[in-house]
C-alpha cells in the first residue's frame, strides 16, 4: 500500500513504471506530473472519503486500468491537463467530476469500455487516441470554456461517444 502525500512528479526513464496491485491511499489533492514514458497504478486509488482531485500533468501518459474510487458526485476526482491517459476499467476515473482540460485519453482495457463518473467537464479540446471503442456515459457534460469559443475533439480511430446531456458552463 502507498500513501500520496503531494505533487509528484515521474521524469520518464528507459522503462514504464508501474506501482503494482497495492492500493494507493490520496492524502490531500494533489498534481502528478507523467514527463515521459508511462506511469501505471496498478492498484486502486481511494481517498477514504475525503474527495480529492488527482490532476495529471506532465507529456507522459498515466495508466489506470482498475477502478477506483476517489473523489464523489459533489467533490473531487480526476482532471487531465496533458499527455496521455490510459483507462481499463468503468470506474478508472473515479467517483467525481471527470475533467478533461487538455491532452488524449485512450481505452486500453481490449474491449468496449463505458466510464461511469458523475459528471464530465471539457476544456478548449482533447483527443481521443481510439485503441478500442470508448463511451463516456450518461454524465451530464459542460463545455467550460468562454461563451462561444469552441470546443475541439480529435478522434483518431475508433469510436467515441456518449450519451449524457450537454451544456455551456
Excluded at 468496449?112 to 463516456?136: E, K, Q, R, S
Excluded at 483518431?156 to 456518449?162: D, K, R, Y
Amino acid at each position: 500500500a502507498e500513501n500520496w502525500n503531494g505533487n509528484f512528479t515521474y521524469l520518464g526513464s528507459s522503462n514504464n513504471f508501474n506501482t503494482g496491485a497495492g492500493a494507493v491511499t490520496l492524502d490531500s489533492s494533489l498534481a502528478m506530473a507523467v514527463n515521459a514514458h508511462t506511469f501505471t497504478v496498478g492498484g486502486s486509488i481511494n481517498d477514504n472519503g475525503l474527495n480529492y482531485t488527482l490532476t495529471k500533468t506532465g507529456d507522459g501518459a498515466l495508466t489506470l486500468p482498475v477502478a477506483n474510487s476517489f473523489g464523489s458526485f459533489t467533490a473531487g476526482g480526476l482532471t487531465l491537463t496533458a499527455g496521455l491517459l490510459n483507462v481499463g476499467d468503468p470506474g478508472s476515473v473515479g467517483n467525481g467530476t471527470f475533467r478533461i482540460d487538455g491532452g488524449a485519453i485512450d481505452n486500453i482495457s481490449g474491449q468496449d469500455l463505458t466510464l461511469t463518473p458523475p459528471a464530465i467537464l471539457f476544456g478548449p479540446g482533447f483527443t481521443f487516441v481510439g485503441t478500442t471503442n470508448l463511451d463516456l456515459g450518461s454524465a451530464p457534460i459542460t463545455f467550460d470554456t468562454a461563451a462561444g469559443t469552441p470546443v475541439a475533439i480529435n478522434v483518431v480511430s475508433n469510436t467515441l461517444s456518449f450519451e449524457g446531456a450537454l451544456t455551456l458552463g
